[in-house]
């Protein structure tokens, strides 16, 4: 059996979507996308099987699409909660307070960075180096949800509404 039949139809319509924005021979510039809609997918983290099967259905060597699995901070390589939290930690938002957002979260879910709750809701994700909304520090994602200006109570909001 092909490993491209772990790619649902919509992961493979989504593939086609990216591969088209380039031009012909480059397909490996579709990576991210695939890799992204296959992870989400996939309860929010990449399996060896669907990386290769991302490889096959892109014609790729397989270790060209691990090499960028395992690189960007929003790709994931092993189960991690529900709701992957990010907050940026670069320079704007350190100064506005990122340190602060980031053990507020750490003391309210009970975890430390890189860890999932214990009930698998949430994932705090390591350090984000950058998130590109500099203008709104402190600023932390939420999936794809961005949430900007926050204060302790901003990220108790945005959490209880998740919950």
Same mark, same amino acid.
């Given at each position: +059996?092909?490993?491209?039949?772990?790619?649902?139809?919509?992961? !493979?319509?989504?593939?086609?979507?990216?591969?088209?924005?380039?031009?012909?021979? !480059?397909?490996?510039? &579709?990576?991210? $996308? &695939?890799?992204?809609?296959?992870?989400?997918?996939?309860? $929010?983290? /990449?399996?060896?099987?669907?990386?290769? @099967?991302?490889?096959?259905?892109?014609?790729?060597?397989?270790?060209?699409?691990?090499?960028? &699995?395992?690189?960007? @901070?929003?790709?994931?390589?092993?189960?991690?909660? !529900?709701?992957?939290? @990010?907050?940026?930690?670069?320079?704007?938002?350190? /100064?506005?307070?990122?340190?602060?957002?980031?053990?507020?979260?750490?003391?309210?879910?009970?975890?430390?960075?890189?860890?999932?709750? *214990?009930?698998?809701?949430?994932?705090?994700?390591?350090?984000?180096?950058? /998130?590109?909304?500099?203008?709104? &520090?402190? +600023?932390?994602?939420?999936?794809?949800?961005?949430?900007?200006?926050?204060?302790?109570?901003?990220?108790?909001?945005?959490?209880?509404? /998740? *919950?």
């Amino acid at each position: +059996m092909s490993d491209q039949l772990q790619l649902s139809e919509h992961v !493979r319509e989504e593939i086609d979507h990216w591969v088209r924005k380039f031009p012909e021979g !480059r397909q490996r510039s &579709a990576v991210i $996308g &695939a890799l992204h809609a296959v992870q989400h997918e996939n309860q $929010g983290y /990449l399996t060896p099987e669907l990386m290769d @099967s991302v490889a096959e259905y892109l014609d790729l060597p397989p270790i060209q699409v691990y090499e960028i &699995a395992t690189f960007y @901070s929003l790709l994931e390589t092993e189960p991690v909660g !529900r709701y992957r939290i @990010s907050v940026c930690t670069n320079i704007s938002c350190m /100064l506005r307070g990122s340190g602060e957002i980031v053990e507020h979260l750490e003391k309210k879910l009970g975890i430390k960075t890189g860890e999932s709750t *214990e009930d698998g809701k949430f994932y705090l994700n390591r350090e984000e180096e950058c /998130l590109a909304a500099c203008c709104g &520090a402190p +600023m932390m994602m939420v999936d794809h949800d961005y949430h900007e200006n926050l204060t302790p109570a901003k990220v108790d909001a945005v959490l209880e509404k /998740l *919950e």
